[in-house]
């Protein structure tokens, strides 16, 4: 098999593998910054919590209106909101650690679906359901797999210097400017829309990992903040370009595959990461002269 | 995901139930009978007409194959007088649950003197390695997703090597009504002219409907019989009307899909000039459209291939289902 | 003299205990006041009472016109989270948050006073070194180059010379006398008695409630020290309600 046949002709023969890369490549622009700020925000697990609290709420929105791109995306982004905004305000304004509030929030949340899920008494697997596909990505769903990533960009832009600040220096920026809250209220909600979005493709819980995977990898190479941004990004769009490829060649499913090539791209991170991976710690290395 | 714990309340039902069981003929008279599954239930009716009550597990639109049986499906059970199930590995949970009951009622395989036919036809040699591989996804994604279904599936038809989808072919309803009237028959010695001549009228208007699809397709030119489904249960019809029934395997209700897979199908559509896809009543239908955009087959709706519909729905009963099914199938494949 | 900043019987405290109990007083424009007193003492809130953080359970601070928004604070830098990856230049420049704001570009006229501002400390060439490679000492100059963008009429610090060696502090000692003769108002808790009536011509010896404020040289006598210590560090759940 040449190079030619192995990386490109599967996405010029096929448009559904185009679609699906250009879906992938969508859904890694947002969540290459926002896993990037969950980590360093010491957030990690964050990520997984919404995507338990948005569950419910999509499942809901299929209840009432069947498989509707719309309906299922409105009920999880609202209850991924509800939940987002009701922990972060109870972490702002209580003395109620944001963990410990996220987490009440989304259990309820979970709960709570599981609970309207049940009285329904649906016969149809919604766990299947729930599980995306990246290869039927129509027309809408990529529109709005696209617009909610130009939304999270634009909206990183605006709030990126106080979400900086906030990060580095919560009693600074709250010193000088009360945007600290909103801004990890607006944070919130871009991580609540992207792992909607990526739902439709993925799966809210595979959405995680395109979002954290490449994250993690990123910080054994880089040590600056744009730097990681961009660095993640790549890695979770390579990632998912090479789980498409994995997935036509080997005949894998797609969404699993693209998030354990991400796996993957960790694990060697782990051992082989110049900045602080296991090797560089074990390995004696030349210093500088003082 | 609940299932476990329905089994629990099952059993738990089995000790509770059989005090509570009713007599055999329920007050307004009629004779109590479940059928497993709605179009099971629905020849049932046919043939008892007024004299007996027909209850039917798995309702319309809903999917035998993963079915969890709820307690109240027990109850059912403990009062019937005859269980009326399609057999052929259809339902696997049928006789656990009939065993959990303790019901008394006989249990009558409706497939009886059906020819079975292997599940994996060599009309489907497309797909003999595919099949295996399905098995694969199967296990490995339920592993730690659908942990259990697993016994139901498994237990199921997927299963035996045998296609339980016995009824697509008409030919063979009217043996389900003949093992139905016999059965009500035995049951219930005093109904015998009432269920002879239900048999009778319904066997003469499959006749006409066996008639009716036949004509249906025959009008359609012989090379484009050809679809792609989602599901693998139309084989009987194909063998008795003479349509190319070929399922995209990977892409059943069970598994994830993988790129391979898909590539494959829309390969062999275009290889092919496969004319229609068809999406059935209970699957996945995002990534059916995406196969239909790309090869440019006609998307023909649903076809109703495991439940009928609800009764505001197109096919409320078996002929209405084999009548929309044909008519489907026509408008999408003649030019 | 004007009053740059005036409390009425103020009090400060978390979940009702209070650790500023019953203010009362002014600093004026221009002074440079330090705040001594034991661990507990209620120092550190006070300045989070007065850049408003936390808000007072009883009585209120008076800024006389000037916002919160224009205070310049320097935390203990405990509080700043060195592990975030970015550069010297970029935490310097977060001074220029009252200019620039969310949109507004860094000109060259602000890239000037960033380099300006990093100089001052004595950090030309560590730009573009990532926070967490910073020693101690480092850092704190780090965040007096940031107060100096900041460049503001009140100046809140809270121990800002903890755990520096004695060139550092002098440098940065130095920077805030610079601030004292452009007029600035400047309050700074202080442990280190020597150095305040070195350098403080003002103090406020507390313990929960003043002990003594005013000259330095007056407020920290033998007297005074010792009445600080017998007052600051109980915290009694069965204390009764203050009727005052």
Redesign the interface.
């Known amino acids: 098999m040449t190079l030619y046949d192995a990386l490109i002709a599967p996405f010029m023969e096929f448009e559904f593998m185009r679609r699906a890369l250009i879906g992938v490549f969508a859904l890694a622009l947002g969540a290459g910054p926002l896993g990037v700020f969950l980590m360093l925000r010491r957030m990690s697990l964050t990520g997984d919590a919404m995507s338990h609290a948005i569950l419910p709420g999509a499942a809901i929105g299929f209840l009432f209106a069947g498989l509707n791109l719309y309906a299922m995306s409105l009920g999880g982004l609202i209850a991924g909101l509800l939940v987002a905004v009701g922990a972060g305000v109870v972490a702002r304004a209580t003395e109620l650690k944001e963990d410990a509030s996220m987490a009440a929030f989304y259990l309820i949340s979970l709960a709570l679906g599981v609970l309207i899920v049940s009285l329904r008494g649906s016969n149809v697997d919604l766990l299947h359901v729930l599980f995306g596909t990246v290869l039927g990505i129509d027309d809408a769903t990529l529109l709005l797999i696209a617009g909610i990533t130009t939304i999270t960009l634009v909206t990183l832009a605006i709030i990126w210097r106080p979400l900086v600040m906030d990060c580095v220096d919560p009693v600074f920026l709250g010193s000088v400017s009360r945007a600290g809250g909103p801004s990890h209220i607006i944070f919130l909600a871009l991580v609540v829309l992207n792992l909607v979005g990526g739902f439709h493709a993925l799966g809210t819980l595979l959405a995680v990992g395109l979002m954290m995977l490449p994250a993690a990898t990123s910080r054994f190479f880089v040590r600056d903040l744009s730097a990681l941004v961009a660095l993640s990004t790549c890695i979770a769009f390579c990632s998912g370009m090479a789980g498409l490829l994995l997935s036509y060649h080997m005949g894998t499913p797609s969404g699993p595959s693209i998030v354990l090539v991400a796996g993957v791209a960790y694990g060697l991170a782990v051992i082989f990461g110049p900045a602080g991976g296991v090797l560089s710690r074990l390995l004696p290395r030349r210093h500088l002269e003082a | 995901m609940f299932s476990r714990r329905f089994m629990l309340a099952a059993t738990l039902a089995a000790f509770v139930a059989p005090g509570l069981a009713r007599p055999a003929f329920a007050d307004d008279g009629k004779m109590p009978v479940v059928a497993t599954f709605s179009i099971l239930g629905d020849f049932v009716k046919q043939v008892g007409g007024d004299r007996v009550d027909v209850t039917t597990i798995v309702g319309p639109d809903a999917d035998s194959h993963v079915y969890q049986p709820t307690p109240a499906d027990a109850k059912k059970l403990t009062t019937a007088k005859i269980i009326f199930v399609n057999g052929l590995g259809f339902e696997g949970w049928a006789d656990r649950l009939a065993k959990a009951s303790g019901t008394k009622a006989e249990i009558v395989v409706a497939t009886k003197g059906i020819t079975p036919r292997k599940a994996d036809d060599d009309e489907h040699e497309h797909d003999h390695d595919a099949k295996g591989h399905e098995h694969d996804h199967d296990h490995g994604k339920k592993g730690h997703k659908h942990d259990d279904h697993d016994d139901h599936k498994h237990a199921g038809h997927d299963h035996g090597d045998q296609d339980p989808h016995a009824w697509q072919s008409v030919g063979n309803a009217k043996i389900y009504v003949s093992n139905i009237r016999d059965a009500l028959i035995a049951a219930d010695p005093a109904g015998k002219d009432s269920y002879t001549a239900n048999a009778a009228a319904y066997t003469a208007k499959l006749d006409a409907l066996d008639a009716e699809v036949k004509q249906a397709i025959s009008k359609i030119p012989q090379e484009r019989r050809r679809i792609i489904t989602s599901h693998d249960a139309f084989g009987y019809f194909a063998d008795a009307y003479g349509v190319a029934f070929i399922s995209p395997d990977g892409v059943s209700t069970e598994s994830e899909a993988s790129a391979k897979d898909v590539a494959r199908i829309i390969r062999q559509i275009k290889a092919e000039k496969i004319p229609a896809i068809f999406i059935e009543n209970v699957s996945d239908p995002r990534l059916m459209e995406r196969i239909a955009k790309e090869t440019g087959a006609k998307v023909g709706g649903a076809l109703y291939s495991d439940a009928l519909s609800d009764d505001k729905g197109p096919a409320s009963t078996y002929i209405e289902m084999i009548r929309f099914n044909a008519n489907a199938l026509s408008n999408a494949l003649s030019q | 003299m004007t009053a740059r900043l005036s409390f009425q019987d103020l009090t400060l405290g978390y979940e009702r205990h209070p650790a500023v109990h019953h203010l009362d007083g002014e600093v004026l424009q221009g002074d440079l006041l330090a705040i001594c007193g034991p661990n507990g003492a209620g120092k550190s809130t006070l300045l989070k009472g007065i850049?408003?953080?936390l808000r007072p359970l009883g009585g209120s601070i008076n800024l006389h016109g000037l916002s919160?928004?224009e205070?310049?604070?320097l935390?203990q830098s405990v509080?700043?989270?060195r592990?975030?990856?970015?550069?010297v230049y970029?935490?310097v420049s977060?001074g220029l948050?009252?200019r620039?704001g969310?949109?507004g570009g860094i000109g060259r006229e602000d890239r000037v006073r960033i380099e300006t501002a990093i100089a001052t400390v004595g950090l030309e060439g560590f730009e573009n070194r990532?926070?967490?490679t910073l020693s101690g000492g480092q850092m704190q100059r780090a965040l007096f180059a940031?107060l100096f963008l900041?460049d503001a009429q009140l100046i809140l610090l809270d121990e800002p010379f903890s755990a520096l060696d004695t060139r550092t502090t002098a440098d940065l000692v130095a920077l805030v006398q610079q601030w004292h003769r452009q007029g600035r108002t400047i309050l700074a808790v202080l442990h280190d008695f020597d150095m305040v009536r070195s350098a403080f011509p003002k103090t406020l010896l507390m313990a929960r409630s003043v002990v003594a404020w005013g000259e330095t040289a007056q407020v920290l006598c033998e007297e005074n020290l010792r009445k600080t210590r017998l007052n600051s560090e109980a915290w009694r759940d069965d204390a009764p309600f203050c009727a005052a």
């Open positions: 850049c408003g953080t919160t928004r205070i310049a604070y935390p509080e700043v989270d592990s975030f990856p970015i550069h970029d935490l977060m948050w009252r620039a969310l949109f990532p926070i967490g940031r900041q």
